[in-house]
């Protein structure tokens, strides 16, 4: 059985659809799942039938879960400078995380909005495939001094906007513990949602001024890209802001329904 | 013109003087595609790129992903991202796990350019202070890609090339001249 075989087998057999991702990265990935449980494929595919939690397993094994706080400092400041300064002047303002992981870019977004006075108007939801990524996200607490990084890229942002803070302001250190954890003030703004990208609609009923979706797009081929960006795009306002990784472009299909913004793109007014 | 379609390079501490050094010197109409990895602090996250591209006569790219992959090109590996070549030849880039606390991996980029390239590469392991590239080099090797390891010697840390030379017995042996000659004599 190859591997194409057996993506078709596992959404047969489960809910998820992995048919549609990169050849390349998801064989590697698969190959380093068959080498790690020493099983067959046909053999993962009888166990994720019968057992909830190895199934669980293998999908966090698929998918890949990086995020950081101010990922890529500079565009952290040039949003500051640029789309930051265009979001509405009264009402609610909605952010949209897609593929948020463990949410540590929903936080970095929140506490730009506190620095600009605007934490109480945001709605800011988060949306991945994963459930265990969702609940470490909704706890808000991660590993301190293996993160030390998130302090330069903190201090770096907050430096390059000319912001006055601390990142005591914004997270509890327990240098005991080794564990660093958002402040409440943070913790209680973001709504962390299951959505499966391939198959399912975004899971509120609101529409967006922003939208992250930052080295997620990577691992898809160009068919599923261009149907997750229209069903992204049907959530954007006009000229609402996408937010893609710092090596990502839209593919060719797509990137006629945007105007790119230097880091990022917004969407055009329809005619 | 060569039989070699790409030369890959990996390196962490040191070796990034010791490459602006080379492509400074590497003759103008130097026709494959060079593919670079290495490590970089976590603060010095830029600037590798464009001090690269003052050195040297070829353009000097840090790859957007599913870029493709052209001659007389150099790529740089972007931080924070995993760097892969592709059957195709184009780039894919990943912001998976760290490997041996590396992202990017060496092992990665010269383990998926054996794959893509076989025989038809050259993988050279420079000065470095952990032992990111020794597997990626053996999989060089394994595909009777051509293996060039920097004399330890030479290296300004010398943890890369020696974990290198313990899985791999390399087509040769060279200090950084002796590399540099080598790639300005790929006929």
């Given amino acids: 059985m190859d591997f194409k075989q057996f993506l078709k087998e596992f959404k047969n057999r489960t809910q998820y659809d992995f048919c549609d991702y990169c050849d390349s990265s998801i064989s590697r990935r698969l190959q380093r799942i068959v080498e790690d449980t020493s099983m067959s494929f046909e053999q993962i595919l009888d166990k994720v039938t019968v057992d909830e939690g190895f199934k669980n397993k293998i999908v966090d094994d698929i998918t890949v879960n990086t995020t950081e706080l101010f990922r890529d400092p500079q565009l952290w400041i040039s949003l500051y400078k640029t789309h930051y300064q ?19 870019e929903t936080y970095s977004n929140l506490i730009m909005m506190h620095q600009m006075g605007l934490l109480d108007r945001c709605r800011s939801i988060g949306t991945d495939i ?28 907050m430096k390059g906007c000319g912001f006055d803070a601390k990142f005591e302001d914004y997270f509890d250190i327990d240098e005991k513990a080794d564990t660093m954890r958002a402040k409440p003030f943070l913790l209680e703004r973001p709504k962390f949602m299951v959505q499966n990208l391939v198959t399912d609609k975004a899971p509120f009923p609101y529409r967006v001024d922003m939208v992250f979706i930052r080295n997620v797009m990577i691992y898809f081929n160009d068919k599923l890209q261009n149907q997750i960006i229209s069903m992204i795009h049907s959530k954007m306002y006009d000229n609402a802001a996408l937010v893609l990784g710092k090596q990502e472009a839209l593919t060719s299909q797509m990137e006629t329904r945007f105007s790119r913004m230097g880091q990022y793109y917004t969407k055009k007014p329809s005619m | 013109m060569s039989n070699y379609k ?5 390196g962490s501490a040191g070796s990034f003087a010791l490459v602006l050094k080379m492509l400074s010197k590497l003759r103008p109409d130097f026709g494959l595609p060079i593919i670079i990895c290495m490590h970089r602090l976590k603060h010095i996250r830029s600037g590798l790129a464009e001090n690269l591209a003052m050195k040297s006569s070829m353009k000097v790219v840090e790859p957007m992903d599913k870029e493709r992959i052209e001659a007389g090109k150099i790529y740089l590996a972007p931080a924070n991202y995993h760097m892969f070549i592709e059957f195709d030849g184009t780039i894919s880039l990943s912001t998976e796990e760290m490997s041996l606390q590396c992202r990017p991996a060496i092992d990665y980029t010269l383990s998926s350019a054996a794959i893509a390239y076989r025989e038809k590469m050259v993988g050279i392991i420079l000065t470095g202070a952990n032992e990111d590239g020794a597997k990626g080099l053996k999989d060089v090797a394994d595909k009777k890609g051509f293996t060039i390891v920097q004399d330890p010697a030479t290296a300004e840390v010398p943890t890369m090339p020696r974990a290198a030379l313990k899985l791999v017995k390399p087509d040769m042996v060279l200090s950084p001249e002796g590399i540099l000659d080598f790639l300005n004599n790929l006929q």
């Fill in chain 1, 130 to 157: 994963n459930p265990r990524v969702l609940n470490i996200a909704r706890n808000g607490e991660y590993a301190y001094r293996f993160n030390m990084f998130f302090r330069d890229n903190f201090d770096a942002v």
């Fill in chain 2, 6 to 10: 790409a030369v890959v390079i990996g």
């Fill in chain 1, 86 to 104: 265009k979001l509405p002047k009264s009402g609610t303002i909605t952010f949209w995380h897609i593929g948020c992981s463990v949410g540590l």
